[in-house]
C-alpha cells in the first residue's frame, strides 16, 4: 500500500529534495512507473530542480522529438490540404447546384406570370415582392 506521502494528483511534477530521493528511490520509481508521474529533484534547502525522475515514456530523446514534430507537421499539412480542396469542391457544387434552382425557380414565375399576370392576384403579388426583395440580397 502506498504511503499517503505518494499521492500527488496537482498535475504538476512533484518535488522533494535529493535526501529524500536517497531514502524513497524505491518508491519514486514505483510511482513513476504505475502512475506517470515526473518528479524534479532539488539540492536541499534549494527549491530549482537538478535532475527529474521521468516515467520511460516521458524520456525521449530531442531526436526522436524534432522527428514527431516533423511527421505531425507532414500530418496536419496533408489534413489541411485535403480539407481546403474538399471546401472547394463543395462550395463548387453549392454553386452549381444553387444555379439549377435559380434557373428553375425563374422558370416556375415565368409560367406563374404568363398564367396569372402581375396585378390580378394580392396574394400572388405579394410573394412575387417577397421574392424580388430575396434576389436583391
Known sequence: MAAPALTHH????RSVPLRELRT???????MAELTDTVTLVTRDGDTRPVAALVPVGGARS??????DADRLAAVTAGWARRLEESHRQGAR?????????????AEAWAELDRRV???????????RAAHTDL???
Open 93 to 105: 457544387r453549392h454553386a452549381a447546384e444553387l444555379r439549377v434552382l435559380t434557373d428553375a425557380l
Open 62 to 67: 530531442a531526436a526522436q522529438a524534432r522527428a
Open 24 to 30: 524513497r528511490l524505491t518508491q519514486l520509481i514505483a
Open 10 to 13: 496537482s498535475g504538476q511534477p
Open 135 to 137: 434576389l436583391r440580397d
Open 117 to 127: 399576370p402581375p396585378g390580378t392576384d394580392r396574394e400572388l403579388d405579394r410573394l
